[in-house]
């Protein structure tokens, strides 16, 4: 394993490195990065920003906004943050194997004495607290697994940046966010600083994987700059044009996710569709939208197209093909 020294706290570079890395043919290595981003959301890949986050308070504190690779809902970061990443070539073993990945960051935690361990699909909860979540992405024969780690992050600051999806929360008995997170810090009985939090999980994997440490090339940075300034940095993918739609289906499925489907149809014909969610896939919906442009708007033929497509690829492991017929066609 290669432990890549990144310093940066810039998340339009951050998120290309994590890109550049997964999608580099000459890179063949199991890959370790650690970094954290200055302040941020960063939204899931299939959300739709406008209706994640609160724009007006967004702008005032100029809190920078970017789109990930991966699925699942967005989240407020600053350097009270540490996110970490690995990328491995893909196999029946780790393929949607959430526990793989964060075995060794559970056991630096319950090295602290901390109780932490899975909850769900993708969370790392310490006393049913969750102080990490968790996504996943694949490109070609490589996948990448990335999460959070809420060490001493400003929790008054996720009410205000979010719009939180109150209907979710209620679902689950929870009044708000805060409520069901909490930070590293004050559960430590011995304090310490987020650099040396970050060196235990490097000596960790340098004792289980014999990771070695290297710095990023100045040929890499150069790389990875020209892609956070081409993709990472714009509009067009932060947030993303938004055609006209004439009808709006939100689904909650509990213990899933929600599924949030924007129809332009014409004639009975759908003429457009977009579909957003938190749902955990490593695909993204681009395949199946394309799918179900200029089809008819009736259940046989969105069932033969649904049928057709990889669905946990697209919306994780809990999801059914029914779960998906419903969500586009009421």
């Keep these: 394993m290669i432990y890549y020294i990144n310093d940066s706290k810039d998340p339009y570079f951050n998120l290309a490195t994590e890109e550049y890395l997964i999608s580099n043919p000459n890179i063949t290595d199991e890959i370790l990065l650690l970094w954290q981003n200055n302040n941020t959301i960063v939204i899931g890949r299939n959300q739709n920003t406008i209706e994640e986050i609160n724009n007006e308070y967004v702008r005032e504190k100029q809190v920078n906004v970017v789109r990930r690779l991966s699925g699942g809902g967005a989240v407020y970061q600053d350097l009270g943050n540490l996110n970490f990443t690995f990328i491995f070539n893909k196999n029946q073993d780790n393929a949607r194997n959430y526990a793989l990945f ?18 769900g699909k993708n969370d ?65 009985k011995t304090p310490l600083t987020i650099d040396q939090f970050q060196q235990l999980i490097v000596e960790k994997l340098q004792h289980t994987k014999n990771t070695k440490v290297l710095k990023l090339t100045p040929e890499m940075i150069s790389e990875i700059e020209t892609l956070a300034t081409k993709k990472y940095r714009t509009w067009d993918w932060n947030y993303g044009k938004s055609p006209t739609f004439d009808l709006k289906h939100k689904t909650l499925f509990p213990n899933k996710g929600t599924i949030h489907v924007w129809l332009n149809v014409q004639a009975g014909i759908i003429n457009n569709i977009k579909i957003y969610g938190d749902f955990l896939g490593s695909a993204g919906t681009d395949e199946l939208e394309q799918n179900l442009i200029h089809q008819k708007y009736n259940v046989p033929t969105i069932t033969n197209i649904v049928k057709s497509i990889d669905i946990t690829a697209i919306f994780g492991q809990n999801f059914i093909e029914e779960d998906i017929i419903s969500s586009i066609i009421k």
């Design 102 to 119: 964060t075995k060794p960051i559970i056991e630096v935690l319950q090295s602290l004495g901390l109780n932490a361990q899975n909850s």
């Design 124 to 188: 790392i909860v310490i006393n049913d607290k969750k102080i990490s979540g968790n996504a996943q992405y694949t490109f070609n024969n490589r996948i990448l697994h990335h999460g959070t780690i809420l060490f001493n992050v400003d929790m008054q600051m996720l009410p205000k940046v979010l719009k939180p999806d109150l209907e979710k929360l209620q679902s689950k008995g929870i009044k708000s966010v805060q409520a069901r997170v909490t930070n590293i810090l004050p559960l430590l």
